[in-house]
Each structure stands twice: as structure tokens, then as C-alpha cells.
């Protein structure tokens, strides 16, 4: 079975910084393309960024310049460094990966996790 598990949540001043990180877990033989998505109250979720296995990098016209999106693959990780947060930013972020599990080679699926917290604040 499969997981993706966010951390790195919380309470920031507007300004501040936050990195988030998403793991995943279980049976996992490859990772392709992940993704951070957020979605504010009464707002439909949106994507915030994406990377591929290989690196190449996408952003919202609203993060640009501001927020980092990077992954380690060997610990199956991704992380979304954010800076100069604004009370915009505020949103559940979460996280998004097409995994190919262990048990079905060559068929990958859409994986989310349960999400965290960003609150941009004063």
C-alpha cells in the first residue's frame, strides 16, 4: 500500500518562510511526476507547482519567484520551499504523486496526501 505523508505546516508571519515536505511510504518502485497543490476556503484546489522524475520544474503565475519546489529521490521525498509568504498563501496544502507500485509494474496512479496547514498571518 501506498501513502503520501505532508509535514512542515503552520503559522507564519507574512514574510516568513516555510518548507513543507512530503514523503511516501509503502510500496513504492517509481515516483514520477509530483506535484504540490493547495486549496484556500471556499476555493477550488489549485496547483502550485510541479516537478518531474528528471527535475524539470512548473509554477502558478501567483508563486513565481517565490516558492521552490525540489525532490530527493532516493528518499522518495519532495519538498516546496516558500518564501516571502503572504496571507494569499493561506491554504491546506497538498501533496500529489504518480506512483507505479511495487505490485503493478507498469501501471502508475494518482496518489494525494491528507494535507497540512498554512496559515500566512500577523
Known amino acids: 500500500q501506498v501513502q503520501l505523508r505532508e509535514s512542515g505546516g503552520g503559522l507564519v508571519q507574512p514574510g516568513g518562510s516555510l518548507r513543507l515536505s512530503c514523503a511516501a511510504s509503502?510500496?513504492?518502485?517509481?515516483?514520477?511526476?509530483m506535484s504540490w497543490y493547495r486549496q484556500a476556503p471556499g476555493k477550488e484546489r489549485e496547483l502550485v507547482a510541479y516537478?518531474?522524475?528528471?527535475?524539470?520544474?512548473d509554477y502558478a503565475d501567483s508563486v513565481k519567484g517565490r516558492f521552490t519546489i525540489s525532490r530527493d529521490n532516493a528518499k522518495k521525498t519532495v519538498y516546496l520551499q516558500m518564501n516571502n509568504l503572504e496571507p494569499k498563501d493561506t491554504a491546506v496544502y497538498y501533496c500529489?504523486?504518480?506512483?507505479?507500485?511495487?505490485?503493478?509494474?507498469?501501471?502508475?496512479?494518482?496518489?494525494w496526501g491528507q494535507g497540512t496547514q498554512v496559515t500566512v498571518s500577523s
Open positions: 509503502g510500496t513504492v518502485f517509481n515516483i514520477n511526476i
Open positions: 516537478i518531474t522524475e528528471g527535475g524539470s520544474t
Open positions: 500529489n504523486a504518480d506512483i507505479e507500485p511495487t505490485i503493478q509494474r507498469g501501471r502508475s496512479y494518482y496518489y
